[in-house]
């Protein structure tokens, strides 16, 4: 009796041994797949931008407007001598369909003036 007692507890010991390394595993499994998918996640999107206008603000600068996927727009100042790039990897950013260069070029106008 004893004997068969001590093989039951030992049977029950081994089914929640293994149960437990079972949910370690799968938590385990989800904190790298959390991490992994954060990982993912963080990376930015970049997109091709290409200049699309120049707008010289004064003799030593100018503005340079590009234009990317999904209406993605991005501008930079930049000394005269060096120039525009035609085209550059920027950081994908869609903007709505009502913003556009023309208005961005005006109101930029407005504010050097």
Same mark, same amino acid.
């Given at each position: @009796?004893?004997?068969?007692?001590?093989?039951?507890?030992?049977? #029950?010991? &081994?089914?929640?041994?293994?149960? +437990? *390394?079972?949910?370690?595993?799968?938590?385990?499994?989800?904190?790298?797949?959390?991490?992994?998918?954060?990982?993912?996640?963080?990376?930015?999107? @970049?997109?091709?931008?290409?200049?699309?206008?120049?707008?010289? #603000?004064? &003799?030593?600068?100018?503005?340079? +407007? *590009?234009?990317?996927?999904?209406?993605?727009?991005?501008?930079?100042?930049?000394?005269?001598?060096?120039?525009?790039?035609?085209?550059?990897?920027?950081?994908?950013?869609?903007?709505?369909?009502?913003?556009?260069?023309?208005?961005?070029?005006?109101?930029?106008?407005?504010?050097?003036?």
């Amino acid at each position: @009796m004893a004997i068969e007692k001590a093989q039951q507890r030992k049977e #029950i010991f &081994d089914g929640l041994s293994i149960l +437990f *390394y079972l949910i370690m595993g799968i938590i385990l499994f989800g904190i790298i797949a959390f991490v992994a998918f954060k990982a993912f996640a963080d990376t930015q999107k @970049m997109t091709t931008c290409r200049l699309t206008a120049m707008e010289k #603000i004064s &003799d030593k600068e100018i503005l340079c +407007f *590009y234009k990317g996927a999904n209406n993605t727009q991005e501008s930079h100042t930049i000394e005269l001598y060096l120039g525009c790039t035609r085209q550059y990897s920027c950081k994908y950013n869609p903007m709505p369909k009502g913003a556009n260069l023309k208005d961005t070029m005006k109101s930029m106008k407005d504010t050097f003036e």
